[in-house]
């Protein structure tokens, strides 16, 4: 039996975790119906069109620097173009060293040969009898989602998360695939969410970009149900102009409301009123049977999404609580392959101009004039001067930029893991076999720390693609795991 000090314990602790915003004075109420209220207004376009704008915008910067990062990356120069603005001299060039795309490209083979190098894409355990043999659900699931092309998305994935921080895949219902599930890859600048967010599934609403074409659009008019009349709108809006042949940004969103996911459509162009296609709930083929009460007959009925169908893989994960501040190997790299490149380019230059003769009057003219250059006068071989010449070339660069160069090549082989490469470039010639050995241990070390977060990202996409696969192969949509009876088709529950 409680006394009184209990009892004012209990509601003195529940004072201070209302005062630190822990516990509700009336749960369900004013918070429940705030939030009920705020995700209402995703339904109504013009009112939702202002949070969306906002978001929307809110990413502008991100995705101008992720173009400029792209061209960091491949350092796109014109030399014949800078020399005709006179940026460089007629006997100047850039060499570009590569660097980033280098450090991306050396870091790929252990995520490609994790991925490729297995005979089945992912391991299962059966949760109600843990020694059952999995096998043959493991070889029809692999054998399913390895479709055609199925490596591309992750790639492209890997790569964008290498060059930007961060980069994602989207898990789609896909009946043209052969498990009726599709992996489609969302670039670094597609993906939008709240940027205070640290976890993607908990941002409230989250967009995703297209570039369309008003044909494509008019197609998904017929197979997707879109708004003919602001499908319409678009078209009269570019009729006879070069936007005609244009892509158009669309975007879908994602929000939730009440844990639920919904989807819906719009653009912010072309003078659209309304949403391309109205929120309704996300479907990705998963369904779940309930039995009529006064039947007991089973139907398969759509279940709710309660995550979005989005998984981000970033470059590494750090202490940074937000996401939007992962980094990647542009902004890591960027100041080295400056440097390089500069120094690369400073010695060819130099080499290039040590190589040509110069030539001037031994003695002084007396004239008392500048220095000048005769231009109607050019070095011929084997002809006779009237006057005493000298000739001179610049010194050659000194070897010493040469060894710079190494040791910048080394020191970013040892900041980028690749720790036997660095091991090769050292000076001296005489590594051991021990020695070698060491610093491949040491590298496959590091590189399995990075792997580490390439699996937790494959596994959290195969995970949600196989519920969609369970799904659809109880309700008998595709061919799995099946079963040798008297009607064909039927699968092993």
Request: glycine content about 4%; some cysteine; hydrophobic content about 35%.
């Amino acid at each position: 039996m409680p006394d009184n000090d209990s009892t004012s314990g209990v509601s003195m602790a529940q004072s201070i975790g209302t005062e630190a915003g822990l516990i509700p004075q009336n749960p369900q109420t004013d918070a429940d119906s705030a939030l009920d209220t705020e995700q209402e207004k995703m339904f109504d376009f013009n009112e939702a069109r202002i949070h969306l704008k906002r978001l929307v915008d809110d990413w502008h910067t991100e995705v101008e620097d992720t173009e400029v990062r792209r061209k960091t990356r491949d350092i796109e120069i014109d030399t014949e173009g800078l020399r005709q603005k006179g940026d460089l001299d007629e006997d100047e060039t850039i060499v570009p060293v590569r660097v980033i795309d280098s450090n991306i490209i050396r870091e790929q083979p252990p995520y490609i040969n994790y991925l490729k190098n297995s005979r089945r894409l992912c391991t299962f355990n059966c949760l109600s009898n843990p020694d059952a043999d999995t096998q043959k659900i493991e070889i029809d699931f692999t054998r399913g989602m390895t479709y055609t092309a199925w490596e591309t998305s992750h790639f492209k994935c890997l790569d964008g998360a290498q060059t930007h921080g961060w980069a994602g895949v989207e898990v789609v219902y896909d009946e043209s695939k052969p498990l009726h599930v599709g992996i489609e890859y969302l670039a670094h600048d597609e993906l939008f969410w709240p940027r205070s967010v640290k976890d993607i599934q908990d941002s409230p609403r989250m967009i995703r970009c297209y570039d369309l074409t008003v044909i494509r659009l008019k197609e998904w008019v017929r197979d997707f149900d879109f708004s003919l009349e602001q499908v319409n709108l678009i078209t009269q809006k570019r009729r006879e102009t070069q936007k005609e042949i244009e892509t158009i940004r669309v975007y879908k969103l994602f929000f939730k409301k009440e844990k639920v996911v919904y989807v819906g459509w719009f653009t912010l162009q072309d003078g659209c009123t309304d949403w391309l296609k109205k929120p309704v709930k996300a479907f990705v083929g998963i369904k779940e049977q309930q039995v009529d009460p006064l039947t007991q007959q089973a139907t398969w009925v759509d279940k709710d999404l309660s995550i979005y169908p989005v998984f981000r893989l970033p470059y590494r994960e750090t202490e940074k609580p937000k996401t939007v501040d992962t980094k990647g190997r542009v902004f890591l790299d960027e100041s080295k392959q400056e440097s390089n490149t500069a120094i690369l380019s400073g010695f060819i230059n130099g080499l290039t101009r040590a190589s040509n003769v110069y030539s001037s009057p031994d003695q002084d003219d007396g004239s008392g004039s500048s220095l000048k250059e005769l231009e109607d006068v050019k070095l011929v071989g084997g002809r006779i001067m009237n006057k005493p010449m000298k000739f001179w070339s610049p010194p050659y660069p000194d070897a010493m930029v040469l060894k710079a160069l190494q040791w910048l090549d080394t020191s970013n082989s040892q900041e980028t893991n690749q720790v036997s490469f660095a091991t090769m470039n050292r000076e001296d010639s005489r590594k051991t076999a021990k020695e070698i050995g060491s610093a491949e241990q040491k590298e496959s070390l590091l590189n399995s720390v990075q792997l580490t977060l390439f699996s937790t990202y494959v596994r959290q996409v195969y995970s949600f693609a196989w519920q969609i696969v369970q799904s659809q192969a109880l309700q008998g949509n595709i061919r799995f795991l099946q079963i040798k009876v008297q009607q064909p088709g039927q699968v092993n529950p």
